[in-house]
């Protein structure tokens, strides 16, 4: 089964966006070393903490750093684009980079309502993503003379197109439509079950697709020792309740007290970060198994932020070991 990887670009306290791209490119390299299917980026906006605002960019930027990896978005958050643009610019990295270029799609802004405004200037009343994410497909699909809009480039490349979602609605969507479906199971699962079995029941063969195919997303923070890989976890438990505090930051350093998070956040956190595996080797692969064996995923796709980029590197390195021998 394959196995890949969700990276945010994360900003550590301490660094600039710069080292966290270059960052970026040095684990999409280890990645692809270990065997990692695809290396996926993901929209966020106005996040101190993410680099990978300009997605299209830095997919560019990994793609030509690597040499087989398949390279994607996971995704691009649809509602802030026309559907145009983005079939251009990944028409033009499937151009750049044959064979090697992924699409995810977000219904989601990726950022506060303030910031999706200054997105999109104008917004709408009415949820067009099922709309827009047919017109894109349009645009990557065959060549059409006759068509009064093309992406070019664009049209021809049949960018492999995926929905993403943490609810039903992007698994009725997907099945629907015939196309890979991702579950962002990794900071909210509480739909997982439900979704995938939606998925799963409805599916509907398509050009693109013959049978369901999911992706179960999930968190990673491996180390040598439990206690050593809990440390290095604190940081993203607390990015994640100063975010949901309405706080937004740089990846915080692991700290061994966590008292700076209440009880009742710290319950919400951990909900939300659930559908993962953390611990030395044992626990680590005692924890991916569960996760293949309840879910059955086709793929699965690992993501974790540690402060430490050596740490990180390590960690996805275990988490392939695990993976290889499961």
Known sequence: MKYSLLDLSPVAEGQTPREALANTLDLARHAEAAGYHRFWLAEHHNMPGIASAATSVVIGHVAGGTKTIRVGAG????????????????????????????????????????TARALRRHMHASDQFPEDVVELLG???????????????????????WILGSSLYGAQLAAYL???????????????????????????????????????LAGVCAADTDGEADYLRSSQ????????????????????DLSEVPAAMRAQVDQALSCAAVGGPVALRAG????????????????????????RLHSFALAAKALQSL
């Open 178 to 216: 015939g196309l890979p479906y991702a579950f962002a199971s990794h900071f909210a699962p509480a739909m997982l079950a439900d979704a995938l079995a939606t998925y799963r029941a409805t599916f509907r063969p398509s050009q693109w697709l013959e049978k369901p195919y999911f992706m179960l």
């Open 288 to 311: 991916l198994g569960h996760l293949m064996q309840t879910y059955a995923p086709d793929e699965i796709m690992l993501t974790g932020m540690i402060h430490d980029h050596a740490a």
């Open 237 to 256: 438990i607390l990015a994640f309740a100063r975010l949901r505090a309405g706080r937004p930051g740089k990846l915080p350093r692991p700290v061994q």
């Open 139 to 161: 645009y990557l699909g065959p060549v059409d003379a006759q068509a009064q809009v093309r992406a070019v480039p664009g049209e021809g490349t049949e960018v492999p197109v």
């Open 75 to 114: 995704g691009i958050m649809l509602p802030n684009h026309a559907p145009l643009v983005i079939a251009e610019q990944f028409g033009t990295l499937a151009s750049l980079y044959p064979d090697r270029i992924d699409l995810g799609l977000g219904r989601a802004p990726g950022s506060d309502m303030t």
